[in-house]
């Protein structure tokens, strides 16, 4: 199991209360518009899973628990900040309806003192503090289809879609923690080679690597793909991925490399971009009949 980094700990938890913050910024500026029940916590909670993702590969924290706290931490401040970010709104709102109010008596609001006392009365009442716009929310309910929820289902509403926008990042981050990881250099494996063989170079391959295939047919025009990953220490000598298509179907296989194996494998690539440096040029094609009788 990766240790516990004080260092990486504290990055991460500023990681997630940032990340936190402005994804909920950005679904109440979204959810102003709309904002589709249950889908919605679901989309916001996938794009909080997606940069969460990034985070702890670029902070190369593989600590469950750490990451566990930062992504509660997180969903639970997204949360938070989406009400708040509403809460602007209805401020925002409720300023402009005010001065275009204004601005439409102002002539008659200017004849008479008592008037202008009568018109500031019919105003909307301002939204207040956060707490109280909460309560008002509250009072006034929230509707989900054909129902109206009101008092304690709300608050119950709400605490399902902060479910659900940690269940959506968790199904993202979690997976990403079965990845390569390194416990001696603490540091993600990373791709440091992929590409493509051709059928023909893929027998040395299978021989090499002992591959469950006795004589390798991949689909024209189907290439094998191969990625080498490595951690950034360059602690062992890699991780090997492949995969091809033969008559049976398409395969994927994966291995911890020995250093017997990467030796051989590098002199593989080197002979095979040796011999393709090494292929003459192709003929420049004949002339048309059309070249021919133009001259």
């Known amino acids: 199991?990766?240790?516990?980094?004080?260092?990486?700990?504290?990055?991460?938890?500023?990681?997630?209360?940032g990340v936190g913050l402005g994804v909920g910024q950005l679904a109440a500026w979204v959810g102003g518009?709309?904002?589709?029940?249950?889908?919605?916590?679901?989309?916001?909670?996938?794009?909080?899973?997606q940069m969460l993702v990034g985070?702890?590969?670029?902070l190369d924290l593989a600590h469950r628990p750490t990451v566990g706290v930062?992504?509660?931490?997180?969903?639970?401040?997204?949360?938070?900040?989406?009400?708040?970010?509403?809460?602007?709104?209805?401020?925002?709102?409720?300023?402009?309806?005010?001065?275009?109010?204004?601005?439409?008596?102002?002539?008659l609001a200017a004849l008479s003192s008592q008037f202008a006392q009568a018109i500031q009365q019919h105003l909307p009442p301002p939204p207040g503090s956060f707490t109280e716009y909460l309560q008002v929310q509250l009072d006034r309910g929230r509707r989900i289809g054909p129902w109206l929820l009101k008092?304690?289902?709300?608050?119950?509403?709400?605490?399902?879609?902060?479910?659900?926008?940690?269940?959506a990042a968790a199904g993202l981050l979690w997976p990403t923690l079965g990845w390569p990881y390194c416990s001696v250099c603490e540091s993600w494996y990373r791709s440091v080679r992929q590409g493509r063989l051709p059928p023909t170079d893929f027998a040395p391959w299978a021989e090499l690597l002992a591959l469950p295939v006795a004589r390798p047919q991949p689909a024209p025009p189907f290439r094998v793909q191969f990625r080498l990953l490595q951690c950034?220490?360059?602690?062992?000598?890699?991780?090997?991925?492949?995969?091809?298509?033969?008559?049976?179907?398409?395969?994927?296989w994966q291995t911890q490399l020995d250093d017997a194996q990467r030796e051989k494998l590098e002199a593989l690539w080197k002979a095979a971009s040796t011999s393709q440096?090494?292929?003459?040029?192709?003929?420049?094609?004949?002339?048309?009949?059309?070249?021919?009788s133009s001259r």
């Not at 199991?1 to 209360?17: H, I, N, Q, S, Y």
């Not at 985070?55 to 670029?58: E, K, Q, S, W």
């Not at 008092?151 to 269940?167: E, I, K, P």
């Not at 602690?235 to 008559?247: H, K, M, N, Q, S």
Request: aromatic fraction near 14%.
């Open 232 to 252: 950034q220490g360059q602690c062992t000598p890699g991780r090997l991925e492949l995969v091809w298509e033969d008559a049976a179907g398409l395969h994927t």
């Open 151 to 167: 008092g304690h289902w709300v608050w119950l509403s709400w605490l399902a879609d902060a479910g659900f926008v940690l269940l």
């Open 55 to 58: 985070g702890i590969r670029l």
């Open 33 to 49: 518009y709309v904002r589709p029940v249950v889908v919605f916590p679901l989309l916001v909670g996938s794009i909080l899973g």
């Open 70 to 107: 930062g992504l509660l931490l997180a969903s639970l401040l997204c949360a938070g900040s989406e009400h708040w970010g509403y809460y602007r709104q209805a401020q925002r709102d409720y300023e402009r309806r005010v001065a275009d109010w204004q601005a439409k008596i102002q002539g």
């Open 277 to 292: 440096e090494e292929l003459p040029s192709p003929p420049p094609p004949p002339p048309t009949n059309q070249e021919i």
């Open 1 to 17: 199991m990766p240790r516990f980094r004080w260092e990486k700990a504290w990055w991460w938890l500023l990681l997630g209360v």
